[in-house]
């Protein structure tokens, strides 16, 4: 999928709308639409990254600043006390739905293993 099929990087572009949790230079992060938990929060790069294994397309500060605001966005919605997820859902077998690196902070409820 090219970047101008991409939903995410249409929310990024402002041409799809979405529920903003935090927006910063190089990182998104959005409220997933379909979420699965009370906190269901997408976060994401804002330069188009497929997956896991494209990822040193991004600087390394880009790559560990998406794990710094997943951990921000879990502590401004307050799950950080009884705990939260990060996942991310890696190719078709994993469930990957978006071809667009994307981590799931999930939280406000027990969860389990997928």
């Not at 938990?37 to 497929?50: D, G």
């Not at 710094?68 to 939260?84: D, I, P, R």
């Not at 994993?94 to 406000?108: D, K, T």
């Amino acid at each position: 999928m090219s970047e101008t099929e991409c939903v995410f990087c249409g929310i990024v572009g402002g041409e799809i709308e979405a529920e903003v949790v935090h927006d910063e230079d190089e990182v998104l992060a959005f409220n997933d639409m379909n979420g699965r938990a009370p906190v269901h929060v997408l976060v994401i790069p804002k330069r188009h990254v497929a997956n896991l294994e494209a990822i040193d397309a991004l600087p390394d500060a880009v790559a560990k600043r998406l794990f710094a605001v997943a951990s921000a966005v879990a502590e401004k919605l307050g799950v950080t006390e009884g705990g939260y997820a990060v996942r991310v859902n890696n190719g078709p077998d994993a469930g990957q739905e978006v071809f667009h690196l994307h981590l799931h902070v999930m939280g406000g409820q027990r969860l389990g293993m997928p």
